[in-house]
């Protein structure tokens, strides 16, 4: 699903990269939806990981730890050859449009994605590390929702320009210093 799609991946492309046979399928997954699900939560899993990796780093300030997680995603995706994004959104992007079990279990996890950034951008405002014009909330979106399209442009580009460019700009001015 990664590599083609929501739409384009059947379950028989699903059982034949797993090398299972199609009976596997339907004994674990009552349907794609759910396999769809269990494939969102896994990756979901793997991102927290990645985000608690860069996150729960107290040796850095809160801000330092923002910059270090997008430094992770960026060489994770380099290592993929800038050829694969993330599956949330892509799946945002194409799967919300025809299953809304789908988009409600999307939504969940961006707000649970949301929360763990809300909380580093708090703490770096009290310490007076990050400007206060704006919500915790307000900026861990703009963070998550702004991300997302770089890694679209980064895949329609095959260059990580359009992830350091997003990077450069939101750190000079949405997440500067207060002055």
Known sequence: MLVKGYSAASVRDVV???????????NHFASKEAFSIAVLDAYFDHVMALVGQALDDRSISPRERLERYLDIIIEQLDRDGLKRGCLIGDFSAEATQLNETIRLRLETIFLEWRARFSACIAEGQAQGQIATAFTPDDLADFLLSSWEGAILRMK????????????????????????
């Open 156 to 179: 329609v580009e095959r260059r990580p320009d359009a992830l350091e460019r997003f990077k450069k700009i939101a750190f000079a001015t949405i997440f500067m210093e207060p002055k």
């Open 16 to 26: 034949a990269e797993a090398g299972a046979p199609q009976g596997s399928f339907t």
